[in-house]
């Protein structure tokens, strides 16, 4: 089985400070992982993806997520935080041998100007 | 492209009542999905194709039927709807192709069950 822990499910930044989500995830084996955003009254849009190449990995926006097999995390960073950066984000994992995303509860991101 | 399109964006139904959800993809994808989003549980999976002719039961399926109509369609049915299923459905789909393992989302329904 697998699951995804987000850790904190709101998050509040100043703008142009750190942005930091975690991502922890259980299973046996390694698995594909994945960050979502999702802006207001919209779908998900993928941010970044872990496919065991990299172990980091860099996405739009800025964004980027670091895998440490040995943490099972696959946390999100951004070094300076905009305005447009608020939204929800997800962690999502899918083992090799499956069709099926597992979603974490979601992080929501609010930018103070 | 349009991508994945869902229709409607928006439903209230009464309890008992029936619908469908419309969702489609022009992208030739194999894999079709649907979740359900509620606040602080993120997106679970209802039922999933993971191609044409096949559908199978995710995480929550109960009250739910779908039917992969041909590979671009995949619908989902509430046969009695009841408040529990009021949500954001969304629908995804995602390419077998090696190297490619990305799942594309529509905008959502929203429904409400009174």
């Known amino acids: 089985a697998q699951s995804v822990t987000q850790l904190g499910s709101h998050v509040s930044v100043s703008e142009g400070a750190l942005v930091l989500l975690r991502c922890n995830y259980s299973?046996?084996?390694?698995?594909?992982l994945f960050w979502y955003v999702q802006y207001p009254n919209q779908g998900l849009q993928l941010l970044l993806k872990?496919?065991?190449?990299?172990?980091l990995v860099k996405g739009i926006n800025g964004f980027e997520a670091e895998f440490k097999k040995s943490e099972t995390s696959f946390h999100l960073t951004k070094p300076s935080a905009h305005m447009s950066d608020a939204a929800e984000y997800f962690c999502?994992?899918?083992?090799?041998?499956?069709?099926?995303?597992?979603f974490g509860a979601g992080t929501t991101v609010t930018v103070r100007a | 492209n349009a991508g994945v399109t869902q229709t409607p964006k928006f439903q209230v139904l009464k309890t008992g009542q029936s619908m469908t959800l419309q969702c489609a993809q022009d992208?030739?994808?194999?894999?079709m999905y649907w979740y359900r989003q509620d606040p602080g549980m993120g997106l679970r999976l209802i039922y999933y194709?993971?191609?044409?002719?096949?559908?199978d039961k995710g995480e929550v399926p109960n009250g739910y039927n779908v039917s992969r109509l041909n590979k671009r369609e995949f619908s989902l049915r509430l046969e009695s709807a009841a408040p529990s299923q009021t949500s954001v459905y969304f629908c995804?789909?995602?390419?077998?192709?090696?190297?490619?393992?990305?799942?594309?989302f529509g905008p959502g329904t929203r429904l409400t069950v009174l």
């Open positions: 995804a789909s995602r390419t077998s192709q090696r190297g490619t393992d990305t799942q594309y």
């Open positions: 299973s046996s084996v390694p698995p594909y």
């Open positions: 872990y496919t065991s190449a990299a172990t």
């Open positions: 999502a994992v899918r083992l090799s041998n499956d069709y099926k995303l597992s």
């Open positions: 992208m030739n994808h194999n894999s």
């Open positions: 194709s993971a191609s044409e002719g096949t559908t």
